[in-house]
């Protein structure tokens, strides 16, 4: 049975689906969040300019400063920022023993696909241009953010960017046409992520004219062959179980080392409730000792 701690995490997906229904309820906040997760202790923050845009440093005390976790926040890439998420990250860069870098990418339907995809890449390079080893950074991101792990090694591939060190991937969004089974089998489990409300998000990314199948939007569709060391967490009541699981499958027959872990009776990145729920705190402590070797990171 789930934690009393980790039901936050469902009343949190229960208020976001009512919001959805009926946009005259004012219980969601967007920014409210990342009031799921605790403030970690002997964590530092320093907002700054990350290729134009808004970016922040966070940095627990003793931690490497040329290991890097580069995070790409979720949000349906509708949503989400610096401080939804920046004690999310700072929970797991302390027990990595690494700095971690966020940055607030343009958000859809404003700006829609593959504007995220650029702005990414973008913070992507920044870091490489500071002199940040590739083998010494590890993209994390959750939900959309998690399927933009994938697509940034693609873009930066295509580029002839060398790749990053390692990929952590939490409740990875991949799968624009909304296919995946577990659609079905964990439909009444999932309070908000039904086809309806994934296939709007997924809509409003594309654009008028965008293609669910774009490689570059969504890696289901993609060459994923030379891609990092991968570790996939997923929740096994969500909707987007199947998106891990599809993903994994075809990262490790592209020859990808792919690490895949499915938390039982756990919700879309239950990770946010870091610092309150042993869920959490116990993923992400996998998380830290899955990355740390790869990064070379002592703790």
């Not at 060459?223 to 993903?247: C, K, N, S």
Request: glycine letters at 10%; proline letters at 6%.
């Amino acid at each position: 049975m789930p934690s009393t701690q980790s039901e936050k995490v469902r009343e949190h997906w229960v208020v976001s689906r009512r919001s959805w229904i009926d946009p005259a309820f004012e219980g969601k906040d967007d920014e409210a969040w990342g009031d799921l997760t605790a403030e970690p202790r002997g964590v530092d923050y320093t907002e700054v300019d990350v290729a134009g845009m808004p970016g922040m440093w966070v940095t627990p005390k003793g931690a490497a400063a040329d290991r890097v976790l580069l995070c790409i926040h979720g949000g349906g890439f509708l949503s989400g920022s610096l401080y939804t998420h920046r004690k999310l990250l700072g929970h797991l860069a302390k027990r990595a023993g690494v700095r971690g870098l966020l940055f607030e990418y343009r958000l859809a339907p404003v700006a829609t696909h593959p504007a995220q995809l650029d702005d990414v890449t973008a913070a992507y390079r920044w870091l490489l241009d500071r002199g940040i080893e590739p083998g010494h950074i590890a993209v994390v991101g959750d939900s959309a953010g998690g399927g933009a792990c994938i697509t940034v090694q693609l873009r930066a591939r295509e580029l002839g960017l060398p790749l990053p060190g390692a990929a952590l991937l939490l409740s990875p969004w991949v799968a624009m046409e909304t296919s995946g089974d577990s659609y079905r089998t964990n439909g009444e489990l999932d309070p908000f992520f039904q086809r309806d409300a994934v296939a709007t998000i997924a809509s409003a990314f594309l654009g008028e004219t965008g293609d669910p199948r774009d490689p570059m939007a969504n890696p289901l569709y993609a060459e994923l062959t030379g891609l990092a060391p991968t570790y996939i967490q997923v929740g096994g009541d969500e909707t987007l179980l199947d998106d891990a699981r599809r993903l994994a499958d075809r990262a490790r027959r592209a020859g990808v080392e792919v690490q895949l872990e499915v938390f039982p009776g756990m919700l879309h990145t239950f990770q946010m409730a870091a610092g309150r729920a042993p869920e959490a705190d116990d993923a992400l402590d996998r998380l830290a000792a899955w990355v740390r070797p790869i990064l070379h990171a002592e703790r």
